[in-house]
T-cell receptor, first 110, second 114 residues
């Protein structure tokens, strides 16, 4: 079946560093791809999405591009802040459901 | 904004109790989902529903049941709570076209079974 693989965490960065969180997927069809963020003690919030190949999703300085040729949807941010510390989940659509990766914990130090 | 409300943020129950976790959404979403989240295991789908009175098993339905009597409400039931059901439970909802809009999640219920 369809699946999502994320890089393992935790990822620890200094403030203003460049962030990349890798996400690759396996799918038989043409899914949409999503990034969700979970702050401590809360539910998941949609961060950005892309619905077809070569689409770029962006929000709050985060970006990800849907790469069909490499089956990837890597999350990037040019300059992270302490407030970006959270767990990030990559997901793909399969029918009416979302399939999630395991999550990557990001810790940003001042 | 769509709101998904889970009735409790924290819950402590005793082994063997029947536990009800309630989830209500206010934007007429067709689809509703229950996940549990555990460290190192990510999000695992317990049950989902695409319509009123309809339910489908997810990946880990054992020990759980659900009820969807009204479109806006999706209840998760632990028939006889056990300590291995201690977890964070997340409810989510989506419009029929999940691939376009994704899910909206509630804030979660952290359940401890003692």
């Amino acid at each position: 079946g369809d699946s999502v693989t994320q890089m393992e965490g935790p990822v620890t960065l200094s403030e203003e560093a460049f962030l990349t969180i890798n996400c690759t997927y396996t799918a038989t069809g043409y899914p949409s791809l999503f990034w969700y963020v979970q702050y401590p003690g809360e539910g998941l919030q949609l961060l950005l999405k892309a619905t077809k190949a070569d689409d770029k999703g962006s929000n709050k300085g985060f970006e990800a591009t849907y790469r069909k040729e490499t089956t990837s949807f890597h999350l990037e941010k040019g300059s992270v802040q302490v407030s970006d510390s959270a767990v990030y989940f990559c997901a793909l659509s399969e029918g009416g459901k979302l399939i999630f990766g395991q999550g990557t914990e990001l810790s940003v130090k001042p | 904004d769509v709101k998904v409300t889970q009735s409790s943020r924290y819950l402590v129950k005793r082994t063997g109790e029947k536990v009800f976790l309630e989830c209500v959404q206010d934007m007429d979403h067709e689809n509703m989902f229950w996940y549990r989240q555990d460290p190192g295991l990510g999000l695992r789908l317990i049950y989902f529903s695409y319509d009123v009175k309809m339910k489908e098993k997810g990946d880990i339905p054992e020990g759980y049941s659900v009820s969807r009597e009204k479109k806006e409400r999706f209840s998760l039931i632990l028939e006889s709570a056990s300590t291995n059901q201690t977890s964070m439970y997340l409810c989510a909802s989506s419009l029929g076209n999940t691939r376009t809009y994704g899910y909206t999640f509630g804030s979660g219920t952290r359940l401890t079974v003692v």
